[in-house]
C-alpha cells in the first residue's frame, strides 16, 4: 500500500519574516488539515532616517550608526525577498508542484544554510515528492524539537519508506512525548514497530488504535496489520472488516480483510466477501480465491456431520464438484507463469473428490488428461490416482504412485499406508513390512504439541502399528499377529481400531463366535464403525446368523454403499442368499480289491435361497457304480429334504429312494451342534445307508447306519476329529467303526502351507465269508504331508494347488499288515465369489486281502450360485 497520501501545505507569515514551511503528508490515507504546519517568524528592527554630515567629526560620529542602520536596512530587504520566495515556494507546493518548490528552497538553503526551518520545510517538500532518500538524508539530523511536528511526521513517514523503520519510531516517538495523541505519529509509529520487527511492541499499540481512535479507517487498517504479521488472522479480519464499515469505498482495506480471511482458513467467507466486492478485487486474486473455496468443500466434504450416513456425505461431496466445475467457468483469464494455477488446483481437487465419491475410473482418467499436458501432479493428488490405481486391481501401478507420492511428501502417514496395502495386494509382504519398519522406526512415541506441557502419543504410530500387524497375518503368521494385537488391546482397551483388527485375526483364526463378539461390542459403542460391521458380517455368516448378517447389512448400506469394502460385505451377504449348485464326478481305474477294476461316482445337490432365514430346501442325486468280475452293482438314489441353521444348531432331513420306480424308500438326518469356536458335535443317521459296498448292493443287500463324531479346531493350524460309525446290513453283518485324524500345521509363508496329517481307521465285522470285502478286523494308521500353494489370489478370485503325499501301514486279520502309499494333486480355481471350479489326480497302492493293489483316479468338481 503506498504511503504517500494526499498532502496539505500551508505556511503563515507573520511580522517580518518567512515561516518554515507546515506539512501534512496522509499516512495510509490519511488528510490532515492545512494549516498544520506553522512557525513564527520575527521581524526586523525598522530602518533609522539618514543624519546630515556637518564635518568630519560628525560624520565619523554618525557614520558608524548610519552603517549600522543600512546594514539592518539591507538584512531587512533580504528577509522580505526570501520571504516572498517562501511564499511562492509555498503556492507551488500546494499547487502540487513539487519540483518548482524544490528549486526556490534549495536555493534558499544554500543562502541560508543554517536555518533549521528552512532544512525542515525542503525535507517536508521533499517528502511529499516522494523523494524519501533526500527527504531523510536532509532531516535525519534536524532539531525537530525547535520544529512543527509535522516536520518530524514527514521524515518519519520517510524513512518508514526507505526501509529505516527504527528511525521512524524513534521520530514518531518524539512528537508523541511532545503531542500526545497526535492521529497520523500514533499510526505512524505501531507500524514502525510491525515493520521493524517488533511485534510485541505494536500490539501492545494496538489498543489506542481499537480505542481512541477507533473511529478511524487508518488506525484499524494498521490494527490489522500488526494482527496479521502476528498471524492473528481472525483478529486481522475483524479489523479491516471496520476499517471497511469506516470507509466503504476503500478497496485497499477489501483486499486486507479478503486475504486475512484465507490466512485464517475460511477460505469459503473469504469467497463471500470478495464476491460481494469483485469490483475492487484483482482477477488473479478471485481466481486464486475461487479455487480455494472449492479446495475447502471438498476438504469437508466427507467430514462427518449431524447428518449420518454415506448419502448425506455424498450430497457434500456433489456439492463441491458442481462448485469445482461453475467455478472453473467464472474464471479471468490472466497473465502472469501462475496463471493456469487457480484453474490447474481446481481440476486437482476434483480428482480429491471423485476419490471420495468413489468414482476411482474418473479419477485415473482425470490424472492421465492433466499428465498428457504436461502439469506435474503434487504428492496428495499422487496419492488418490494411487488410492484408484489399488482400487481397481492395478496394483503395481498404485506402487509406483505411491512411491512417487512419499518422494515428494516423505513419511506422510496415509501414503505409507496405501504403500503398505498395494504391497501387501501385490504378494510382497516382505517389502510391505519394511516399508512400516522404516516409518516407524521414525516416528517418536510422544510428541509435544504446540502450547502444551505435556507430551501426546503419537497419533501417528498406532495405524501403522495395527497395519503391520495385520501384514503379519497375511503373510500367514497369525500367531505374531493375535499376540501383537491382544498386548495392544491390553494397553489400549477403549481403542476400538485395535479391538475391531484383533477381531477380524481372531475371524482369521477360525473364531467366528468371539470374532462376532467383539465387533457387536465395537457397534455397541460406535454404530456408524463401519468396519466393525464389515466384520460382523462375515461372522454371522460363518456362524449361521443370517437375520444378524441382514441387520448389519441393513445399516451398513446407509452408511457406506459406495466404499467398496462394503460393497464386498454386501455382496456376501446377497451370496448367502443365491441358489446353490454343486456337482462333483470321479472315476478311477484298479488292479482289483473292493473297488472294482473301474469305478464311477456322481453326486449332485442344489440348494434353494433361505426361507424365514434359516430354512432351505434341497434336492440332488447320489449315482455310483463299480465294474467287478461277475458283473456291475451300482447304487443310484435321489433325494429331496429340508435344512435348518442357526447357532450353535444345523439340521437336515432328507427323503431319499431310488431313481428306478421310487423304490427302497429312505429317510435320513443329520445334526450338528457347535456350542462355541473350537468344539462341535455330530449325528447322523439313514434308514437306507448310501455308504456301503457296491458288490454288496448288487446282490440286493441294504442297510441303515448310525455315525457321531466329535470335532475340537484349536485355530487355524491344529485340528483333531474322531467318529465312530454303525452300519447294519440286511445279510446280518454289522460293521462298526472308528476314525481319528489331526492335522497340524507346520510351516506356512503368504503363498505356501505346509502341515502333516496323521489318520488311524479300525473296523470289525461280525459276518464271515461275505461276498464282498468284509474282513472280520482291520486296521490302518498313516501319515501325509500336505502342501497347498496359492499361486494367484486376488480378492475373491484365487488360484491354489494342494499336493499330499500319504504312507502308512494297512492290518487285516489273516493278513498280516503292510505298507501303503498315496500321492494327490488338487486344483482349486475360485473364479469369483460365485463359481469354484476344482479338480485333481490320484495315485495309490492299497492293500485287500493281503493283496497290494494299483489304484489311480480322477475328480472334477463345481460350486455355482445361482443365478
Not at 12 to 19: A, K, V
Not at 262 to 276: H, P, Q, S, T, W
Not at 755 to 772: I, M, P, T, V
Request: glycine share 10%; hydrophobic share 45%.
Amino acid at each position: 500500500m503506498d504511503r504517500r497520501s494526499r498532502t496539505t501545505c500551508a505556511c503563515l507569515l507573520s511580522g517580518g519574516g518567512l515561516l518554515p514551511l507546515a506539512v501534512a503528508v496522509g499516512l495510509s490515507g490519511f488528510a490532515l488539515p492545512p494549516g498544520a504546519l506553522s512557525a513564527t517568524l520575527h521581524g526586523a528592527t525598522p530602518g533609522v532616517p539618514g543624519l546630515p554630515a556637518h564635518g568630519a567629526a560628525v560624520q565619523d560620529t554618525v557614520r558608524a550608526p548610519v552603517q549600522a542602520i543600512s546594514l539592518a536596512a539591507a538584512q531587512a530587504e533580504a528577509a522580505r525577498s526570501a520571504r516572498t520566495d517562501r511564499e511562492a515556494a509555498i503556492r507551488l507546493a500546494r499547487a502540487g508542484d513539487h519540483d518548482g518548490a524544490l528549486v526556490i528552497l534549495r536555493a534558499l538553503r544554500a543562502r541560508q544554510p543554517t536555518d533549521a526551518a528552512l532544512r525542515g520545510d525542503l525535507a517536508a517538500v521533499l517528502a511529499w515528492a516522494g523523494r524519501d532518500e533526500e527527504a531523510v538524508a536532509e532531516g535525519e539530523h534536524l532539531p525537530f524539537h525547535d520544529l512543527d511536528p509535522v516536520i518530524a511526521e514527514a521524515v518519519a513517514r520517510a524513512a518508514r519508506n526507505v526501509g529505516r523503520p527504527g528511525l521512524s519510531a524513534a521520530l514518531y516517538e518524539g512528537v508523541l512525548l511532545r503531542a500526545p495523541g497526535r492521529t497520523e505519529s500514533e499510526v505512524g509509529l505501531a507500524l514502525a514497530l510491525k515493520e521493524a520487527g517488533r511485534t510485541e511492541e505494536a500490539l501492545a499499540r494496538v489498543p489506542g488504535l481499537r480505542g481512541p481512535l477507533g473511529g478511524n479507517a487508518d488506525a484499524r487498517l494498521a490494527a490489522g496489520h500488526i494482527f496479521g504479521q502476528a498471524g492473528r488472522w481472525v483478529d486481522a479480519a475483524a479489523e479491516y472488516r471496520q476499517a471497511v464499515r469506516l470507509r466503504p469505498e476503500w478497496g485497499d482495506a477489501r483486499v486486507a480483510e479478503v486475504l486475512a480471511l484465507r490466512a485464517a482458513g475460511a477460505d469459503l467467507l473469504a469467497m463471500e466477501r470478495a464476491a460481494a466486492a469483485r469490483a475492487y478485487m484483482p482477477p488473479d486474486l478471485m481466481n486464486d480465491l475461487e479455487a480455494g473455496s472449492v479446495a475447502r468443500l471438498v476438504e469437508w466434504a466427507p467430514a462427518a456431520t449431524e447428518a449420518r450416513g454415506q448419502e448425506a456425505a455424498n450430497a457434500r461431496i456433489d456439492r463441491a464438484l458442481g462448485a469445482g466445475t461453475a467455478a472453473r467457468g467464472r474464471l479471468v483469464a490472466v497473465e502472469g507463469d501462475d496463471a493456469r494455477f487457480p484453474e490447474v488446483r481446481l481440476r486437482f481437487d476434483r480428482i480429491i473428490a471423485l476419490r471420495d465419491r468413489e468414482r476411482m475410473v474418473q479419477v485415473l482418467a482425470e490424472a492421465e488428461a492433466l499428465e498428457a499436458e504436461g502439469v506435474t501432479l503434487p504428492p496428495y493428488v499422487l496419492r488418490a490416482v494411487a488410492d484408484a490405481a489399488a482400487e481397481q486391481g492395478r496394483t503395481s501401478e498404485a506402487v509406483a504412485r505411491y512411491r512417487e507420492s512419499l518422494a515428494g511428501w516423505p513419511g506422510q502417514p496415509e501414503t505409507t499406508l496405501g504403500l503398505f496395502w498395494a504391497l501387501v495386494d501385490r504378494n510382497d509382504f516382505a517389502e510391505a513390512d519394511r516399508v512400516l519398519d522404516e516409518f516407524l522406526a521414525g516416528q517418536p512415541d510422544r510428541r509435544h504439541g504446540e502450547g502444551l506441557r505435556e507430551s501426546l502419543p503419537n497419533p501417528d504410530r498406532l495405524p501403522a502399528t495395527v497395519a503391520r500387524h495385520l501384514g503379519w497375518a497375511l503373510a500367514g503368521d497369525l500367531p505374531r499377529a493375535q499376540r501383537g494385537l491382544e498386548d495392544l488391546h491390553a494397553r489400549a482397551p477403549l481403542n476400538l481400531t485395535v479391538r475391531q483388527e484383533l477381531a477380524t485375526v481372531y475371524g482369521w483364526r477360525g473364531w467366528p463366535g468371539l470374532a462376532g463378539a467383539l465387533n457387536e461390542r465395537i457397534v455397541a459403542l460406535d454404530p456408524d464403525h463401519v468396519v466393525a460391521r464389515i466384520g460382523g458380517i462375515s461372522s454371522a455368516l460363518a456362524t449361521g446368523e443370517r437375520e444378524r448378517a441382514l441387520d448389519l447389512a441393513t445399516e451398513l448400506r446407509f452408511l457406506a454403499p459406495e466404499a467398496e469394502n462394503v460393497r464386498r460385505a454386501l455382496r456376501r451377504v446377497e451370496v448367502d442368499a443365491l441358489w446353490e449348485l454343486s456337482a462333483r464326478a470321479g472315476g478311477g481305474w484298479s488292479t482289483g480289491g473292493d473297488l472294482g477294476t473301474r469305478d464311477r461316482t456322481l453326486r449332485t445337490r442344489i440348494v434353494s435361497a433361505p426361507m424365514a432365514h434359516r430354512f432351505r430346501l434341497h434336492a440332488g442325486t447320489d449315482r455310483a457304480d463299480a465294474d467287478y468280475p461277475e458283473g456291475r452293482g451300482a447304487l443310484d438314489r435321489v433325494a429331496m429334504g429340508l435344512e435348518y441353521r442357526s447357532r450353535p444348531l444345523r439340521l437336515s432331513v432328507e427323503g431319499n429312494a431310488d431313481r428306478d420306480g421310487a423304490e427302497a424308500p429312505g429317510l435320513s438326518a443329520a445334526a450338528s451342534f457347535r456350542p462355541g469356536d473350537r468344539w462341535s458335535f455330530r449325528l447322523a443317521g439313514d434308514s437306507r445307508a448310501r455308504d456301503y459296498p457296491l458288490r454288496a448292493n448288487r446282490e440286493g443287500i441294504r442297510g441303515w447306519s448310525a455315525a457321531a463324531g466329535i470335532s475340537h479346531r484349536a485355530h487355524e493350524g491344529r485340528s483333531v476329529a474322531t467318529d465312530v460309525a454303525w452300519l447294519e446290513m440286511t445279510d446280518g453283518n454289522v460293521r462298526q467303526s472308528a476314525y481319528l485324524s489331526l492335522e497340524q500345521q507346520v510351516a506356512r509363508t503368504p503363498r505356501h502351507r505346509l502341515a502333516l496329517l496323521g489318520e488311524g481307521y479300525g473296523a470289525r465285522n461280525s459276518l464271515e465269508g461275505a461276498s464282498y470285502f468284509n474282513p472280520s478286523r482291520t486296521w490302518s494308521a498313516t501319515g501325509a504331508v500336505l502342501w497347498d500353494w496359492t499361486l494367484f489370489r486376488y480378492r475373491d478370485r484365487s488360484y491354489a494347488q494342494r499336493a499330499s503325499l500319504t504312507g502308512g501301514t494297512v492290518g487285516q486279520k489273516g493278513y498280516g499288515t503292510l505298507g501303503v502309499a498315496h500321492a494327490t494333486v488338487e486344483h482349486r480355481w475360485e473364479l469369483s465369489d460365485r463359481f469354484e471350479l476344482v479338480y485333481g489326480v490320484h495315485a495309490g497302492l492299497p492293500v485287500y486281502d493281503g493283496v497290494r493293489e494299483r489304484r489311480s483316479s480322477g475328480h472334477l468338481g463345481l460350486t455355482w450360485r445361482l443365478p
